[in-house]
């Protein structure tokens, strides 16, 4: 049995953000229900994936039902930002999508990192139960926090830092 089984059946607002200066930020996800408030850590690539693999879940969704309204993506940068308390339940391991046609509700599961030697069983679990709408304005949003981070070396890809960059096209000179 999970350590954590949470089940926000609807969420009244989710949002995704960064913490900490860019190369150093912690990211989350934080859903609520009323004045209740469910935090989980994530990393970077993981917000990314999620918003990749949602755009491509949500034009199946259309598929299978074309009568549905788009869902729009659109929010208000200022409702989006975390709210305290930031008491994170666990960091996320896995993330998992699913639909309930009946209710519109798409479903954000979230299971927690597994450290050695724990049992998968348990494993904590948070569902947000979303809105269509709701669950891509926080995946839209969240690629704009992932980008506010640091700036991509145009020589070699790679992210860099304030004080300078190593960079190996450059044979390591800074820039």
Not at 49 to 56: C, D, H, N, R, T
Not at 65 to 91: C, N, Q, T, W
Request: proline share 8%; net charge negative; with cysteine.
């Amino acid at each position: 049995m999970p350590s954590i089984e949470i089940d926000l059946k609807p969420v009244t607002h989710i949002t995704a953000d960064a913490i900490g200066q860019p190369g150093k930020r912690v990211f989350y996800i934080q859903g609520w229900q009323n004045e209740r408030t469910v935090t989980i850590i994530v990393e970077k690539i993981q917000l990314q994936s999620l918003a990749v693999g949602l755009e491509q879940f949500l034009a199946e969704v259309q598929e299978k039902f074309p009568d549905l309204p788009e869902a729009s993506g659109e929010y208000v940068e200022e409702k989006m930002r975390i709210h305290p308390p930031v008491d994170p339940v666990f960091r996320a391991g896995e993330f998992g999508l699913g639909y309930d046609a009946e209710n519109d509700l798409l479903v954000l599961l979230t299971r927690e990192m597994l450290v050695e030697g724990q049992d998968p069983q348990e494993a904590g679990v948070v569902r947000f139960w979303c809105t269509r709408a709701q669950l891509r304005a926080m995946t839209r949003w969240g690629m704009v926090i992932v980008e506010r981070g640091r700036p991509i070396c145009p020589q070699c890809g790679e992210p860099m830092e304030p004080e300078g960059h190593f960079c190996p096209k450059k044979n390591g000179h800074k820039h």
